[in-house]
């Protein structure tokens, strides 16, 4: 198995169990908070989540 196979397999699984985590937790409930914050710090908090669930995924 490729390298690259490995890591994109990694990257499909940990953005599967996010989006099991957000239907979980419920869009909704999520959105509420973030509704309360400035649109700006949420878009940046979830870039930055994103870039460290990819970089985990690449180190695990």
Do not use: E, Q, R, Y
Request: proline share 3%.
């Amino acid at each position: 198995m490729k390298p690259w196979i490995f890591t994109a397999g990694k990257i499909i699984i940990s953005s599967i169990l996010l989006a099991l985590a957000i239907s979980l937790i419920g869009i909704d409930k999520i959105l509420l908070v973030f509704s309360k914050i400035s649109p700006i710090h949420v878009l940046i908090a979830l870039v930055s989540i994103a870039i460290n669930i990819i970089l985990g995924a690449v180190n695990i």
